[in-house]
C-alpha cells in the first residue's frame, strides 16, 4: 500500500518528510552533513533524502584526484548532480567523446597526479597533450558547473545506428521494481541485455506452497522480468529498448567500492539460452 501511495507526489512528499525525520533522530538528531560517495544514488533514493529533507551531498572523485573533483554542501545539492568542481579543480567536458550533450569529464589541478609510478605508457594514455587528466566518466553541466553523470565512457553502448545508449540509466529504471536488488545492461549479440538480482526470499513469499520449487521460483521470475522489460521499454526511447531480461540469482561480484564487476557479466552462457 505505501509503494502505492508514493507513487502519488503530494502523498509521496508527505511519507518521505516523515520517514526522512525519523532518519534524522536516529543520527542523534544533530546531523548537518552526511557524504555520499563511492557509486551514484539511485533516483528514487536522492529523492527521498531531498523529499525527507535529509542533509545529503555527493561527492564525485577518483584516487588519481586526491580525491575529489566535485562536491558541495548539504544546503546546495541539485537532483541528480554531484555539484561543481572545488576550488582550485578545472573541470570540463569533452562533448566530442560523448553524443554532444554528455561528454567525457577531464580535470585539471595542483590535487591532480603526476602520473602512474614507473609506467609512462599508462600516464600517457590517461593525460590529454595539454595536460587534462581522463577520468573515464561522461557527464554533462549545467551552467552554474555542477556535473550530471551518466557512467563510465567504457560502459557506454553504441546502438546500430550510431545511438549512445547509457545503461545506468536502463538500471535505474530497472531498480525501481520493489523485487529488484540491482541490475546491469549490456550488449550480447548486438541486443540490449539485462542480468537482474531479485530479492529470492520476497519473490518465494509470493509463491506460497510452491516457494520451495526451483522451476516454480523460475517461472514466476521470468513473467516478472518480462513484465518488467515491457514497462521499462514504454518508457525509454526506441533505440534503447531491452530485447532481454535474465534472472541473477547470486548478487554480483563487487570491488572493493561495492561497484559490479562489469566484465564477469557480461555475456550470456548456455544455461541461459540463446537470444533470438
Given at each position: 500500500?505505501?509503494?502505492?501511495?508514493?507513487?502519488?507526489?503530494?502523498?509521496?512528499?508527505?511519507?518521505?518528510?516523515?520517514?526522512?525525520?525519523?532518519?534524522?533522530?536516529?543520527?542523534?538528531?544533530?546531523?548537518?552533513?552526511?557524504?555520499?560517495?563511492?557509486?551514484?544514488?539511485?533516483?528514487?533514493?536522492?529523492?527521498?533524502?531531498?523529499?525527507?529533507?535529509?542533509?545529503?551531498?555527493?561527492?564525485?572523485?577518483?584516487?588519481?584526484?586526491?580525491?575529489?573533483?566535485?562536491?558541495?554542501?548539504?544546503?546546495?545539492?541539485?537532483?541528480?548532480?554531484?555539484?561543481?568542481?572545488?576550488?582550485?579543480?578545472?573541470?570540463?567536458?569533452?562533448?566530442?567523446?560523448?553524443?554532444?550533450?554528455?561528454?567525457?569529464?577531464?580535470?585539471?589541478?595542483?590535487?591532480?597526479?603526476?602520473?602512474?609510478?614507473?609506467?609512462?605508457?599508462?600516464?600517457?594514455?590517461?593525460?590529454?597533450?595539454?595536460?587534462?587528466?581522463?577520468?573515464?566518466?561522461?557527464?554533462?553541466?549545467?551552467?552554474?558547473?555542477?556535473?550530471?553523470?551518466?557512467?563510465?565512457?567504457?560502459?557506454?553502448?553504441?546502438?546500430?545506428?550510431?545511438?549512445?545508449?547509457?545503461?545506468?540509466?536502463?538500471?535505474?529504471?530497472?531498480?525501481?521494481?520493489?523485487?529488484?536488488?540491482?541490475?546491469?545492461?549490456?550488449?550480447?549479440?548486438?541486443?540490449?541485455?539485462?542480468?537482474?538480482?531479485?530479492?529470492?526470499?520476497?519473490?518465494?513469499?509470493?509463491?506460497?506452497?510452491?516457494?520451495?520449487?526451483?522451476?516454480?521460483?523460475?517461472?514466476?521470475?521470468?513473467?516478472?522480468l518480462e513484465d518488467m522489460r515491457a514497462a521499462v521499454?514504454?518508457?525509454?526511447?526506441?533505440?534503447?529498448?531491452?530485447?532481454?531480461?535474465?534472472?541473477?540469482?547470486?548478487?554480483?561480484?563487487?570491488?572493493?567500492?561495492?561497484?559490479?564487476?562489469?566484465?564477469?557479466?557480461?555475456?550470456?552462457?548456455?544455461?541461459?539460452?540463446?537470444?533470438?
Open positions: 500500500l505505501t509503494r502505492a501511495l508514493k507513487k502519488v507526489g503530494p502523498l509521496r512528499k508527505l511519507i518521505h518528510r516523515a520517514a526522512g525525520r525519523k532518519a534524522y533522530e536516529a543520527f542523534g538528531g544533530a546531523l548537518r552533513f552526511y557524504g555520499i560517495g563511492g557509486a551514484p544514488l539511485t533516483p528514487d533514493t536522492e529523492r527521498f533524502l531531498r523529499e525527507g529533507r535529509f542533509p545529503y551531498a555527493i561527492g564525485y572523485g577518483l584516487t588519481e584526484t586526491a580525491p575529489l573533483i566535485a562536491g558541495t554542501d548539504a544546503e546546495h545539492t541539485r537532483y541528480r548532480s554531484t555539484g561543481p568542481s572545488i576550488e582550485n579543480v578545472e573541470v570540463r567536458v569533452d562533448l566530442e567523446a560523448g553524443d554532444g550533450v554528455q561528454g567525457e569529464v577531464l580535470v585539471k589541478g595542483p590535487s591532480v597526479m603526476q602520473g602512474y609510478y614507473r609506467n609512462e605508457e599508462a600516464t600517457k594514455e590517461i593525460f590529454t597533450e595539454d595536460g587534462w587528466l581522463r577520468t573515464g566518466d561522461l557527464a554533462s553541466q549545467d551552467k552554474d558547473g555542477y556535473l550530471y553523470l551518466r557512467g563510465r565512457l567504457k560502459n557506454m553502448i553504441v546502438g546500430p545506428s550510431g545511438e549512445n545508449i547509457y545503461p545506468a540509466d536502463l538500471e535505474n529504471a530497472i531498480n525501481e521494481h520493489e523485487l529488484v536488488v540491482e541490475s546491469l545492461v549490456f550488449q550480447w549479440k548486438g541486443q540490449l541485455t539485462a542480468r537482474v538480482h531479485v530479492d529470492i526470499e520476497a519473490l518465494k513469499a509470493r509463491l506460497g506452497e510452491h516457494a520451495a520449487q526451483i522451476a516454480a521460483i523460475q517461472q514466476r521470475a521470468d513473467e516478472l521499454n514504454a518508457r525509454v526511447s526506441r533505440h534503447a529498448r531491452l530485447s532481454r531480461m535474465v534472472l541473477q540469482w547470486e548478487p554480483f561480484e563487487k570491488t572493493p567500492t561495492r561497484k559490479i564487476k562489469r566484465f564477469l557479466y557480461t555475456h550470456l552462457g548456455a544455461h541461459e539460452g540463446e537470444l533470438s
